[in-house]
C-alpha cells in the first residue's frame, strides 16, 4: 500500500520534472524584438537558440556574421543598411524570411549579393524600398530555388529580363509595384510553373500584347499606361481568375484568353467606350487584334468569342467614356452578378441591338445573374424598359445622381408599346417592374412627383430618395412596396409635414427624415417597429408624446439635433430618457424657451427649475414690466433734477 503510494508520489515527481524541463525549454526566448532601440549595430549578446529575431526600425548600416542557427525569421526592416559581409549568413541555415525593405542596398553589390547568395533555403523575401536597379536585383535572386514569395516593391527596376528569375524558380507570389517597369522581355515569367499572384501595378506598361501566362491566378496591372490588352487564340487553359486593369489608358476591352477562370475584372478609370457605338467598338477592337497577330481573317468576332465563356461575376467599368450601353458585349457574360457602370456619360440606355432574325421582332437579350447594378452619375434620362425586362435578377440598383423620373405603374405598358419614339425629354423609367428588386437608390435626381404605386411589383427592401429638392410624394407612391420596405430615406428634400403623408409600413425599421421642413412627424409611422429614426435639421418643436411612447419599444437610436425644440413641452425627450434609446447627438440638441436657448443636456439635469423659472415670468410679465417702467422714471426723474441742481451750484462757483 504504501510503495504503491511511493510510486505513485515518484511518478507524480518525474511528471512535474518533465512540465519543468519541457516548460523552460518553452520559455527560452524563441522570439526577440529589438524594433525601434536606435541601436546602431546587432546586438552582441542574442541567444543561439532565437528562432525570430525584429531589428526593424533602427540604425544598423553594417551587418557582419550572425550565427543563430535555429534562426527563422529575420526582420531587419528600416535600417540604414548598406553593408552586409560577404559571409554574414553563412550561419543562418534554417533561414526561411528575410525582410529588408527599407535600406540602402542598391550598395556594395558584390558583398551584400555573395551574403544573399549563401541563403538557398529562403522562402520569403522583402527587398522592397531600397532604390535597386535591374542588375542588383538579378545578382541578389540567385541561388534561391527555394523562394515562394518576393516583395520588390518601390525600387528602380525598368527592364525585366528572362535571366532575371532563372535562379528562383520556385516562385508563387511575384509583388513588382511602385518601379519604373516598361519593358517585359518574353521568357521572363513564363518559366515560373508555380507563379499565382503577380503584381506589376505603378509601373509604365504601355501594351500587353501577348499575354501567355496561363499560370497565373492574379495579375494587376493596374496605374499603368496599358494601352490594350490581347491574347493570342490557343485553347489552352488560363487559370487567370483576378485581372486588374485599372487606371490605365484603355480604349477597347481587353481581349482576354478564350479558355480562363476570370472572375474579377477592374477595368476603372480607363478610356474605353470613347468610341460612338457599340458596334463600332467591337468592330475596332476586332481589328486591333488582327493587326496585332497579323491575321488575315477579319470576319471573326474575337472579343466576343473569348468573353462568352467567360464565367466572370463582378466588374467595374466605372469612370469610363461610355456614351452608350454595350448591351451585346455585356449580356454575353451569363455569370456575372456585380456590374459597376458609375461615372460614365450614358444619358440613355436605348435597346438598339442588331436584328438576327427576319421576323421583325426586337430580340430580347438578358443578364440571366445580375444581381447589383450601379448607374451612379451618368446623366441618365431614359432607360428601355427591355432593358428593365431583361435584369431578371436584379437586387439592387443604384441611380444616384442621374434624372431619372419614375413612371407611376400603368405607364410602362404604353411607354415599352413605343420604343421606337419615345420622347426621352418626357419619358420615364418604369422602375414597378423589377420585381426582384429589393435596394433602389434614387437620391438626387431632381425627381418632380412619385407618381401613385411607382413600386408596384416590386418588394422594395430599401429606398433612398434623398436630395430630390421638392419632390412630391403622391399617397400612395409606396404602394406594393408597402409590406417589405425596411428602409426608407427621405431626406434633403425641403419637404414640409403637410406634404408627407406616409401610409402604414409595417416592416419599416430604419427612417431618415433628416433636413425637411418637417414640424409634425407622421402619425402613421405607429405601424412601424422602427429602430432607427433621424428628424435632425427639421422645424419640430416637439414630437407626438404617444406616438414615442409606443415606438419606444422598438427603438434604439436617434437623432434630434437641428431642431426648435421647446423645453417645456418635452413629455416625449422624458420617454426617450427613461426607455434609455439612445440619441447621440443629443449633446448638439438645442431647446427653446420664450427668453432663451438651451442646451438640451443641460436643460435634462435641472428642467424642473428651468421651466419653474421661465413660465412663471412669463404669466406675470405685463404686470412687472408697468412696475419696472414706473421704477426707472421715478429714478430719472430724481437724477435730472439732482444734476441740474448740481450744474447751478457749480457755474455759481465760477462765476
Ligand atoms: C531614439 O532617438 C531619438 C532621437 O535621438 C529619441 O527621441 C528616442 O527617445 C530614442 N529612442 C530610444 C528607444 O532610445
Ligand atoms: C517587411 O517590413 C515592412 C515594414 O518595415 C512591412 O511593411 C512588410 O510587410 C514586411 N514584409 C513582409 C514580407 O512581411
Ligand atoms: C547556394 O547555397 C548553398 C547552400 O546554402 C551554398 O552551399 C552555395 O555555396 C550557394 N551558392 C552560391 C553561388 O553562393
Ligand atoms: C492592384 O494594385 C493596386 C495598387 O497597388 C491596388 O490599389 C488594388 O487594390 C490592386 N487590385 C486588386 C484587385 O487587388
Ligand atoms: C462603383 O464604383 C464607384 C466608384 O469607384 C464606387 O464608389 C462604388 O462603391 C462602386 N459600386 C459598387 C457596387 O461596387
Ligand atoms: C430590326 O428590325 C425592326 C423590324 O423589322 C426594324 O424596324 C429595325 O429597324 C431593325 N433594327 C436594326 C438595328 O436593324
Ligand atoms: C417631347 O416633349 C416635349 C415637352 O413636353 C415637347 O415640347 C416636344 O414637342 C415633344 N416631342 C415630341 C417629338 O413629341
Ligand atoms: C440621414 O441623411 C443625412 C443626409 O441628408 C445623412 O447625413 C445622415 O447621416 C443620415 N442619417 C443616418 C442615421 O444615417
Ligand atoms: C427650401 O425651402 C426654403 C423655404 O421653404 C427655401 O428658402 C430654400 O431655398 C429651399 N431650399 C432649396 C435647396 O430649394
Ligand atoms: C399622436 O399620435 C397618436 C398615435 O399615432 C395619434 O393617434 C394622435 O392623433 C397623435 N396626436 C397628435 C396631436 O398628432
Ligand atoms: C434621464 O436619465 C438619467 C439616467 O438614465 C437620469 O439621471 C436623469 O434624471 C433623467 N432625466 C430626465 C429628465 O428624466
Known amino acids: 500500500m504504501v510503495r504503491h503510494m511511493f510510486s505513485n508520489l515518484l511518478l507524480l515527481w518525474s511528471l512535474s520534472h518533465d512540465l519543468y524541463i519541457t516548460g523552460l525549454t518553452y520559455n527560452a526566448p524563441q522570439e526577440q524584438s529589438w524594433n525601434n532601440q536606435n541601436l546602431s549595430s546587432v546586438p552582441l549578446d542574442l541567444d543561439v537558440r532565437l528562432r525570430r529575431l525584429d531589428l526593424s526600425n533602427n540604425l544598423i548600416r553594417q551587418l557582419h556574421t550572425l550565427a543563430l542557427p535555429y534562426l527563422e525569421q529575420l526582420d531587419l526592416s528600416s535600417n540604414q543598411l548598406d553593408f552586409i559581409s560577404d559571409g554574414a549568413f553563412e550561419n543562418l541555415a534554417r ?156 480604349l477597347y476591352f481587353p481581349i482576354v484568353p478564350k479558355m480562363n477562370c476570370l472572375r474579377y475584372l477592374y477595368l476603372q478609370n480607363n478610356m474605353i467606350g470613347t468610341l460612338n457605338s457599340e458596334a463600332t467598338m467591337v468592330s475596332e477592337t476586332n481589328s486591333l487584334y488582327n493587326e496585332i497577330t497579323r491575321k488575315k481573317i477579319v470576319s471573326k468576332n474575337n472579343l466576343h468569342s473569348n468573353w462568352r465563356p467567360m464565367p466572370l461575376i463582378y466588374i467595374d467599368l466605372s469612370y469610363n467614356h461610355f456614351r452608350s450601353f454595350p448591351l451585346e458585349t455585356l449580356s454575353l457574360l451569363s455569370s456575372l452578378e456585380t456590374l459597376n457602370f458609375s461615372y460614365n456619360c450614358l444619358q440613355n440606355i436605348f435597346w438598339d441591338i442588331r436584328n438576327y ?34 435584369l431578371t435578377q436584379i437586387e439592387t440598383l443604384n441611380l444616384e445622381d442621374n434624372s431619372v423620373q419614375p413612371c407611376a405603374s400603368t405607364d410602362h405598358l404604353r411607354s415599352s408599346q413605343s420604343t421606337q419614339q419615345i420622347n426621352v425629354s418626357t419619358s420615364c423609367v418604369a422602375l414597378g417592374q423589377l420585381r426582384t428588386l429589393k435596394h433602389l437608390n434614387l437620391k438626387e435626381n431632381n425627381i418632380k412627383i412619385l407618381e401613385p404605386h411607382t413600386f408596384q411589383r416590386t418588394s422594395l427592401v ?3 430618395l434623398a436630395k430630390n429638392v421638392h419632390m412630391v410624394i403622391h399617397e400612395g407612391a409606396l404602394e406594393g412596396a408597402q409590406t417589405s420596405l425596411q428602409s426608407l430615406i427621405i431626406s434633403e428634400i425641403n419637404m414640409s409635414s403637410s406634404h408627407l403623408s406616409l401610409p402604414c409600413l409595417p416592416a419599416l425599421t430604419q427612417l431618415n427624415l433628416s433636413n425637411n421642413h418637417l414640424d409634425v412627424i407622421p402619425s402613421s409611422l405607429i405601424c412601424s417597429p422602427l429602430r432607427e429614426v433621424d428628424i435632425r435639421n427639421n422645424v419640430l418643436m416637439t414630437l407626438n408624446h404617444s406616438l414615442i411612447q409606443a415606438l419606444s419599444t422598438h427603438l434604439t437610436i436617434m437623432y434630434i439635433s437641428g431642431n426648435r425644440f421647446n423645453c417645456c413641452d418635452s413629455k416625449w425627450l422624458k420617454i426617450l430618457n427613461e426607455t434609455k434609446i439612445k440619441l447621440p447627438d443629443i449633446g448638439e440638441a438645442e431647446c427653446f424657451t420664450r427668453v432663451r436657448k438651451f442646451v438640451m443636456m443641460e436643460y435634462l439635469k435641472n428642467h ?23 421704477f426707472v422714471g421715478v429714478i430719472l426723474a430724481v437724477l435730472i433734477v439732482f444734476s441740474r441742481k448740481l450744474c447751478c451750484t457749480q457755474r455759481s462757483f465760477v462765476v
Do not use: W
Open 462 to 464: 430599401s429606398l433612398n
Open 95 to 250: 533561414l526561411e524570411q528575410l525582410n529588408l525593405s527599407r535600406n540602402g542596398l542598391n550598395n556594395n553589390l558584390g558583398s551584400n549579393s555573395k551574403a544573399l547568395q549563401s541563403l538557398s533555403g529562403l522562402k520569403t523575401l522583402d527587398i522592397s524600398m531600397n532604390g535597386l536597379s535591374d542588375d542588383a536585383v538579378e545578382l541578389y535572386l540567385r541561388n534561391k530555388s527555394s523562394l515562394d514569395q518576393l516583395q520588390m516593391t518601390g525600387n528602380a527596376l525598368k527592364r525585366l529580363s528572362h535571366s532575371l528569375f532563372k535562379e528562383s524558380k520556385g516562385l508563387r507570389t511575384i509583388t513588382i509595384d511602385d518601379n519604373l517597369i516598361s519593358e517585359i522581355e518574353q521568357g521572363t515569367f513564363e518559366p515560373l510553373i508555380h507563379l499565382e499572384t503577380l503584381n506589376l501595378a505603378k509601373n509604365n506598361l504601355a501594351h500587353i500584347c501577348d499575354f501567355k501566362l496561363h499560370q497565373i491566378k492574379y495579375l494587376n496591372l493596374s496605374r499603368n499606361s496599358v494601352e490594350f490588352f490581347v491574347t493570342r487564340q490557343d485553347d489552352q487553359l488560363y487559370r487567370l481568375e483576378v485581372l486588374d486593369l485599372s487606371y490605365n489608358k484603355l
Open 608 to 630: 424642473v427649475l428651468n421651466c419653474l423659472f421661465h413660465t412663471q415670468p412669463q404669466e406675470v410679465h405685463p404686470g412687472q414690466i408697468i412696475i419696472i417702467i414706473l
Open 357 to 390: 432574325s427576319e421576323s421583325g421582332h426586337v430580340r430580347q437579350l438578358f443578364f440571366p445573374s445580375l444581381k447589383h447594378l450601379d448607374l451612379q452619375s451618368n446623366g441618365l434620362l431614359y432607360m428601355s424598359p427591355l432593358f428593365l425586362n431583361s
